[in-house]
């Protein structure tokens, strides 16, 4: 899909975006067991971080395929 002078810098912001999408997701993931747990409900925090991976998933590969809808190469 992209030339090959420029799968090193795709790869790389997509590394990049990932790894700010993993430190924000297990900050708030700390700050809602913490605040469930101190209410004496922690399953419930743990139900709604399944909930949030779940449909974040789904929402993920949505708009890869809406952004994406055909795989043909890009000429520069």
């Given at each position: 899909?992209?030339?090959?002078?420029?799968?090193?810098?795709?790869t790389?912001?997509?590394?990049?975006?990932?790894?700010?999408?993993?430190?924000?997701?297990?900050?708030?993931?700390?700050?809602?067991?913490?605040?469930?747990?101190?209410?004496?409900?922690v399953e419930?925090?743990?139900?709604?971080?399944f909930?949030?991976c779940s449909?974040?998933?789904?929402?993920?590969?949505?708009?890869?395929?809406?952004?994406?809808?055909?795989?043909k190469?890009?000429e520069?």
């Amino acid at each position: 899909m992209f030339p090959k002078s420029a799968t090193a810098s795709v790869t790389g912001i997509g590394g990049m975006f990932g790894a700010i999408g993993g430190i924000l997701i297990a900050k708030s993931a700390g700050k809602l067991f913490d605040y469930y747990k101190a209410n004496g409900h922690v399953e419930t925090g743990y139900l709604i971080m399944f909930l949030i991976c779940s449909v974040v998933y789904i929402l993920a590969w949505l708009i890869m395929h809406v952004l994406v809808p055909k795989m043909k190469k890009t000429e520069f």
